[in-house]
C-alpha cells in the first residue's frame, strides 16, 4: 500500500490550500484516516482526523480554519485549509489506520510567508 499525499505548496498568509492523499495497492480497508504535520525543530503532531464511525476532529489551532473530509470507498482523504497562517508552515503527513496496519504518506511541503 503506498500513500500519494498531493496539494502543497507555498502561499501567502489568509490564503488557502487543498491537500490531498490517496491509497493505492492493496485493498486497505481504512477505518480512520488523518493528517499530521511536522514543522522544523518540533515534533510531528494530529492536525485532524476523521473515523468510519464518527465525526471529523480538529486540534483547537485549526479549528475554524482547516476541514478534513474523507472517502473512505476510495481511501481518499482530504484537507481544505482556509485562512493559512505563518505558523502553519510545516511538511503534512496523511496518514491511513486500518486492522492490517498504518500507513503514511510521504509528506507534501506547506509554507505560508508573504
Known amino acids: 500500500v503506498q500513500l500519494q499525499a498531493s496539494g502543497g505548496g507555498l502561499v501567502q498568509p489568509g490564503g488557502s490550500l487543498r491537500l490531498s492523499c490517496a491509497a493505492s495497492g492493496s485493498s486497505v480497508g481504512s477505518n480512520v484516516m488523518g493528517w499530521y504535520r511536522q514543522a522544523p525543530g518540533e515534533r510531528r503532531e494530529l492536525v485532524a482526523s476523521?473515523?468510519?464511525?464518527?465525526?471529523?476532529v480538529h486540534i483547537d489551532a485549526v479549528k475554524g480554519r482547516f476541514t478534513i473530509s474523507g472517502d473512505f470507498a476510495k481511501n481518499t482523504v482530504y484537507l481544505q485549509m482556509n485562512s493559512l497562517r505563518p505558523e502553519d508552515t510545516a511538511v503534512y503527513y496523511c496518514l491511513l489506520g486500518s486492522a492490517g496496519g498504518t500507513y503514511w504518506g510521504q509528506g507534501t511541503q506547506v509554507t505560508v510567508s508573504s
Open positions: 476523521i473515523t468510519r464511525t464518527s465525526g471529523p
